[in-house]
Structure formats: structure tokens, C-alpha cells
């Protein structure tokens, strides 16, 4: 048994024992690569499972693995560098898509042209599509940035045999992109060297060889998941060639892609033309050194439920910058300020593209801004504006790749768990608890009715939905409480 890479980040461990079938298989290439696996993420064996009649837990997963190898060669630009999914989903990463996607197909309720590009983004992600006959565990590869997420479940499909449950239950990890395609790439490289040396002259194994050789580890160049069709500018000009002109400075050595590029894989893919201009032209020349006055530290890769996470992350930043006198007012948190303090920009931007709330860019050459999206039904109003600037400031602190690159599109294809810890950022940062508690306490011994809460909403200056979230989340007010008031709100 062979282990690459370390369990406590991310490792497959495999072997190759002779199959239990001999010569029945038709392929001499697929009898030799009989064998087992697991896959290791954060200390967790995603491959174990319970098999009932022998009462036995089971830590490896057994079958051919030469299908697995094909569909990682097949398959690695966009198992690593593909995020956005066919269509915009509120789901939080590829599993829980996928067991959508299921749904909807079981109930009958998705069309066939929709249902298509899912089943085949699918094919892209999913490890299961390369069982053909086996039982493999519900496992998920998909591009996050620099990251990679991996997500997975124990979700049963018809081909397990009657009580068989994988052990390990829904989750997701963000990992180093270089951390899963270096091991990845060496997985499949030492494996096709022993199968190799079973059948040295094996003509497919040493093309799968030559293949493996070629495959790209780290910043990977694979600019086509990322921007669909690999949009272009003016007809000759790539996005990456206008920022080339546009920012000299810019760190765009060889195949590397910058993060304000990856934003566009997470925009809509009608975004067109005019969008593209207005971001590029928008953008300026500068540093994002400013940003290093907020030191995250350890909570910039705190994972758990998104909301709580958000919560800490504004909570620490609070307590960093708490004795500064810009932004903190007597009533409300004046989010400007506190963005100007930092050297952001907030510029307002009128995209085609309604769905994107707001754009957080940064980068070596690129000054740290933030644009506010008038199109946005968000935007409609001074608190909305508000909120959507704090959202933007979390990613500005918090999403940086490649050292202090940024770029993020918020929207309904922006990926949901970054969204959701931002809004909770967001709120923290423009509603903390002491603010909250000054302005109860000014009422005395109170039950809440719409009266206060609009009291609130004024004094704070926020909006009602995010303030009622805020306060439910929290505590401060209960169910009965919300629906009375939001009744009356409604009239």
C-alpha cells in the first residue's frame, strides 16, 4: 500500500493486488490495474464504509483504478479550474449540487436541455462517474479560487448492495490548489509506473504516461473554465492581454492567472462586452499594501457554519480597529470611513448584469476597490449600498489569493459559502452587539413591536430584512416577535 501526500491536508492512498477475476476482463490493462483506494481529507477517510452482512468496517475502496486514472487525465483543467456550475444555484459546493441535481431529475421537474449541461458538469466533477460497475464514495473536485473544494457524502445510489453506507457524511474542505494537483499528478504517474512494470509494453499505459507528464500542478493555465468560450475584447484582444497593456506592474509571468481575472468565472455567462469594458476601464493602478494594516491571522481559514464564521471574522477585525476614531460614530458604523482608512476605493459601476451585487478586486498593480452595481436591485437604496460595501470589504480582507490578490463578483454564481460568511461579516461589522445593546437600553424594559424596531433600523442605518436576520441570529428576538413585526412592516 502506497500513501501520497500527508492525511492531515490531503492524500490518496492506493495499492494494486492481482484480480480476483484472472483473464475474464477484456482489457490486460484494466486486469492489472485491479486494486484499492482512499482518499484523505483533513484526517478523514472519505473511502470507509460498513458493509452489514460481516459487520466488518472497511477502510479501502476495491476495483479497477485504470478508469479513475483515465478520468483524471481526461478531465483535470476543469476538475480543478472550473467553479462556476451550468446554472446559478444556492447550493453550497458541487455535492449538495449534485444531490439537487438528482432531485430534480428523480421528480421529473428539469428540462432536458438544462438537465444535460448538469450531467455532463457532473461527469467533470464527480468520482463517481468513473466507477463504471464499482461502488465508489460520493466525492467532489471542483476550482475555488486557489483553492480546490473538495466535497462529499454518503448518499446511496442503486448499484450498493443492500445496507453498504460510506461512513463519512456530507462535508467540504478548501484545500491549496498545489497541494490536491501535486498529489494528484503524482497518484497517477506512480501508478501508471507500477502498472508499467507489469506491462512494459503496454501502448495505452505509455501514452497515459506522456499525458500525465504534461499535466499542469499550481496556477494552472486552463483560462477556458474560467471564462467561458475564452471571451474576447475588441475581436483580437484577450482579457488577460488588456490587462497586460493596462497594468504593467501586474504579475503575469508565463500561464499564471491573475485573481482579478478568475472573477470573471464567477460572473453570468451572458456578461457581455460592455460589462467587461466598464470593469476593466474602472480598475486603476496601484497597491494593495494598505490592507496589511489587518492582520487576519488564523480565522482567515476558519471553516463551520457560514453565518458563525462571518460573525468571528467581524468580531476579530471589530476588535483590531475598535479605538480608531474612523468609522465609529455614535449611532451607526460609518463603513466608509472605514474603508477610505484602508485605502479602498468604492466606485459605482452600471452593469448589464443584475445579478452581481457588488465587485471586490485587488492586486500586485491594482489598487484595492470596490465597485457597487446600480443595476442591483440591492443597490436601490443607502442602506442596501451600505451593506453591500461592508460584504465587499470582507472579501478584500479575507478572500485573498496568490498573497493579496482579490477578486471576487458577488451574485447568485459567486460561490455561496464565501457569499454567506461575507453578509454575516457584513452585518457583524455594520450591526455589532454593543451598538445593538446601547440602543435597547435607551428603551428601558420593552417588548419589541414594529415602533423599535424601525427606531433601530434608523438608528443603525440598515436595512429591515438584514437588521431581522441579524437580531434572530443572535437572540435578541424571537420568532413570535419577528412574524408580529414583520406583519406589521407589511401593511
Known sequence: MK??????????????????????????????????????????????????????????????LLSMLEWFVDNWDPLFSEQRPPEASSKECAHTMGMEYGRQRFLGGMKIKTGKKWYEWLQRHSIRACEEGGVFPDIYFRGAGD?????????????????????????????????????CKDFLKDSIELLLEKMPDSEKLKKMGLSVDELATGRVPAIDWYLPLNRVKKGTETILDVLRNKFPNIDLK???????????????????????????????????SCLDQYDPGSLASVRGVPYAVGYDMADDFLDQIRDEKEGFGSDYVDIHAIVKKFGVKVKDIELGDR????????????????????????????????????????????????????????????????EKRANAFAGMLLMPTELIDKHLNQQGDMEWDSAIFKNLMEKLQVGHIALMEHLHNLGYIDIEARTRIEDDLAL
Open 254 to 288: 508565463g500561464s499564471i492567472i491573475p485573481a482579478p481575472v478568475l472573477m470573471f468565472g464567477t460572473m453570468s455567462p451572458e456578461l457581455d462586452e460592455v460589462d467587461i469594458d466598464q470593469i476593466l476601464d474602472k480598475m486603476e493602478i496601484g497597491e494593495s
Open 355 to 418: 445579478n452581481v451585487r457588488g465587485i471586490a478586486l485587488a492586486g500586485n498593480g491594482i489598487a484595492p476597490m470596490i465597485f457597487v452595481n446600480k443595476s442591483s436591485s440591492y443597490n436601490q437604496d443607502f442602506t442596501g449600498r451600505r451593506y453591500t460595501v461592508a460584504h465587499e470589504f470582507c472579501h478584500l480582507l479575507y478572500d485573498c489569493q496568490y498573497g493579496r490578490e482579490v477578486g471576487v463578483a458577488s451574485g447568485v454564481w459567486a460561490p455561496q459559502y464565501i
Open 3 to 64: 500513501i501520497i501526500g500527508e492525511k492531515k491536508f490531503f492524500a490518496i492512498e492506493f495499492g494494486f493486488e492481482k484480480d480476483p477475476d484472472g483473464e475474464q476482463i477484456a482489457s490486460p490493462e484494466l486486469t492489472a490495474s485491479w486494486g484499492c483506494f482512499a482518499f484523505w481529507v483533513k484526517n478523514r477517510n472519505l473511502c470507509r464504509f460498513f458493509v452489514p452482512q460481516s459487520s466488518v468496517e472497511e477502510h479501502h475502496v476495491y476495483w479497477y
Open 147 to 183: 483553492k480546490v473544494e473538495i466535497s462529499w457524502g454518503a448518499n446511496q445510489h442503486p448499484g450498493m448492495p443492500e445496507g453498504f453506507q460510506f461512513q463519512e457524511f456530507s462535508g467540504a474542505s478548501l484545500i491549496d490548489r498545489k497541494i490536491v494537483t501535486t498529489v
